[in-house]
């Protein structure tokens, strides 16, 4: 499987690579400017009734391009660590790889509790409970999209490392 996995790459490794930073930059890319440029104009919405309502549809839309990119993100790193064969090379590079590795899924493991916060937060809504709603994706604004951007950047940086070498 090994010798598969490293022929595919060698046969394909820019297409490979240009799928594994396409990911990250929707991924991250998307983060930002929800977070930054999005939700503020959110913000501004006085109709909360509204103001919900286009938040829940951005995030559900935004989660589920996020979905695709994730698995492509997590096949494409596997081609890579295998084709480029990092287990083998300086060991301070492959620990950048396992590095990445636990920033990514750190990431993912955010993101599938923010996807089930904003499912939720959507029940909640269409019940009529606003606050509920709201408590439930308070802490996506507050902590977990800034967190999430922060590790997604450093990941980048990472990868520019490993790319570098």
Same mark, same amino acid.
Do not use: C
């Given at each position: ?27 991250v890319?998307?983060?930002?400017a929800i ?14 009734n ?5 938040t829940?549809?951005i ?6 391009i ?9 096949? &494409?790193?596997?081609?890579?660590a ?5 287990k ?10 396992? #590095?990445?590795e ?6 993912? #493991?955010?993101f ?8 939720k937060?959507?029940k909640?809504?269409i019940?009529?409970?606003? &606050?509920g ?24 940086i ?8």
């Open positions: 499987m090994k010798e598969v996995i490293i022929d595919f790459f060698n046969n394909n490794a820019n297409m490979i690579l240009f799928i594994h930073v396409m990911g990250a930059m929707v991924w890319g998307g983060m930002i977070r930054f440029a999005v939700h503020p104009v959110l913000q501004q919405i006085e109709d909360s509204i103001r919900l309502s286009k829940l549809n995030m559900k839309n935004f989660f589920n996020v979905k695709v990119f994730i698995g492509l993100i997590v096949l &494409s790193a596997v081609f890579m295998v084709g480029l064969g990092f083998e090379s300086d060991p301070m590079l492959y620990q950048v790889v396992h #590095i990445k636990a920033i990514w899924t750190i990431m993912t #493991i955010l599938t509790i923010m996807y089930l916060r904003r499912n937060a959507e909640y809504f019940s009529g409970d606003l &606050s709603a709201k408590e439930q994706l308070m802490p996506l604004s507050k902590w977990m999209i800034p967190l999430n951007i922060a590790l997604g950047l450093f990941a980048l990472l990868g520019g490392v490993l790319r570098g070498f």
